[in-house]
């Protein structure tokens, strides 16, 4: 699905028809069913046209929920740093998805790989976005700029990163993240005063 396509219209419905096009595809695969898109839509209740909106081919699909398998949700992942400093949850949410992005370094390779070479664009789950987002709910930023800082801190966490500090800088595991608290650490005490990190 193109950036485009999410950008436009009903943004949280395009997000929740992606979530349940993903909850029916992981129903399947617990059942251990061999699926194709044409049963994704048929248990989700979403038109054929709608998945292939979503995901061009049952591969990406199917890379895309092994991955989600594995991933804890953005609430359950804040819950965790509840009682802890904007600065603790926002560093413990990076360590949280860059081990997720070395547990699952194969997985998510395989993915961008088959999403890259795939005829349509697809945007994936933004699962680092709404997480952010939770963590920064509470401070006082304007929604743009909150935005900003959250597309921003993002960029540090993931696979993205993972692959760009292996495969171009020739860092190890822990050189990666290493590095990477440190880049939002600094980005941290550059945006907020200290009172609030």
Request: glycine content about 6%; cysteine-free; charged content about 30%.
């Amino acid at each position: 699905m193109s950036d485009k396509y999410f950008k436009t219209g009903r943004v949280k419905q395009k997000f929740e028809t992606r979530g349940k096009i993903l909850k029916s595809a992981k129903e399947l695969v617990k059942q251990g069913t061999k699926f194709n898109l044409e049963d994704v839509a048929s248990k989700s209740g979403i038109s054929r046209a709608t998945i292939y909106r979503y995901y061009s081919n049952v591969e990406i699909l199917s890379y895309e929920v092994g991955i989600d398998l594995r991933t804890k949700s953005p609430e359950d992942i804040i819950e965790e740093y509840n009682d802890s400093s904007l600065k603790d949850m926002i560093l413990g949410i990076q360590n949280y998805y860059n081990d997720h992005a070395l547990k699952n370094e194969n997985a998510f390779r395989k993915f961008l790989s088959a999403s890259l070479t795939s005829a349509s664009e697809k945007k994936r789950g933004a699962r680092r976005n709404q997480t952010l987002q939770l963590a920064l709910k509470q401070t006082n930023m304007s929604k743009k700029e909150k935005t900003k800082l959250v597309n921003l801190l993002a960029i540090l966490m993931g696979i993205e990163p993972l692959i760009v500090s292996k495969d171009v800088s020739g860092l190890n595991n822990g050189e990666f993240k290493e590095l990477l608290s440190w880049g939002m650490e600094l980005i941290l005490r550059g945006y907020f005063n200290e009172s609030l990190i």
